[in-house]
């Protein structure tokens, strides 16, 4: 049974670029939820996806955007890129309601020069 | 808003040994979970233990238990017989009914020492 997958492990980029992480759920999950990792920090909450529509989302500004597909794998996109956007990126899946039991994956540590 | 707040940010225990993480709470909602993830230097982030706000009992899993006073907004957790493995960052987290906004404390970065 595989679990939360995260891609790439790790990206570097400069400021004023793109990026776009990628999130496959646990099997048999269907909501994906995105959170930034701060180094020395605990996660914040991106945004939720589910039924490829974003349920909920917390407090980041709209370069932040997202996707779900029909598979229930998920995208992260964040334009525009700023120092401070530098973090761990943790994607979390869950089944439909489930809120409170999310599984995490290993996440994507971005770098932005 | 709610907000979550570890006090330590780093601790040790020698291994076998008992050692307890604190972690104190801020909401005005009745409903909620709480929960402590460890988050080990591979970064994935690992489900602990789990504590549903009506249930006056405390969880426990194992070594791991916790000490959950609703009143006092504080849910600590405690590890005994600490193992080698234990080491990691220890996050405390909250979660309102319907709300798919998890809170994290800052963390505490535990070490077993052998």
């Known amino acids: 049974d595989a679990g939360v997958t995260q891609s790439p492990t790790h990206l570097i980029k400069t400021r004023g670029q793109q990026v776009t992480l990628r999130c496959s759920p646990k099997s048999g999950h269907d909501t994906v939820s995105w959170y930034q990792q701060a180094l020395g920090q605990g996660p914040q909450f991106i945004f939720q996806?589910?039924?490829?529509?974003?349920?909920q989302r917390g407090n980041f500004p709209d370069r932040f955007s997202g996707h779900q597909f029909p598979n229930y794998s998920s995208e992260l996109n964040v334009n525009a890129l700023l120092l401070g956007d530098s973090a761990l990126y943790l994607c979390a899946s869950s089944y439909r309601d489930r809120y409170n039991e999310q599984f995490f994956g290993p996440g994507t540590r971005l770098t932005v020069l | 808003a709610q907000t979550v707040t570890q006090s330590q940010p780093e601790m040790s225990v020698q291994e076998a040994e008992t050692v307890t993480l604190s972690c104190t709470y801020d909401t005005s909602e009745n409903n909620y979970y709480l929960f402590w993830y460890k988050q080990p230097p591979s970064r994935q982030m690992i489900l602990v233990i789990r504590q549903e706000a009506y249930k006056q009992q405390n969880a426990t899993e194992n070594r791991f238990s916790v000490n959950f006073q609703k009143a006092a907004k504080s849910f600590s957790l405690k590890i005994s017989d600490s193992q080698l493995g234990d080491t990691a960052m220890y996050f405390c987290?909250?979660?309102?009914?319907?709300?798919?906004?998890?809170?994290f404390g800052a963390g505490t970065r535990l070490t077993v020492k052998p």
């Open positions: 996806y589910y039924e490829e529509e974003e349920r």
């Open positions: 987290a909250f979660i309102r009914y319907n709300n798919n906004d998890m809170r």
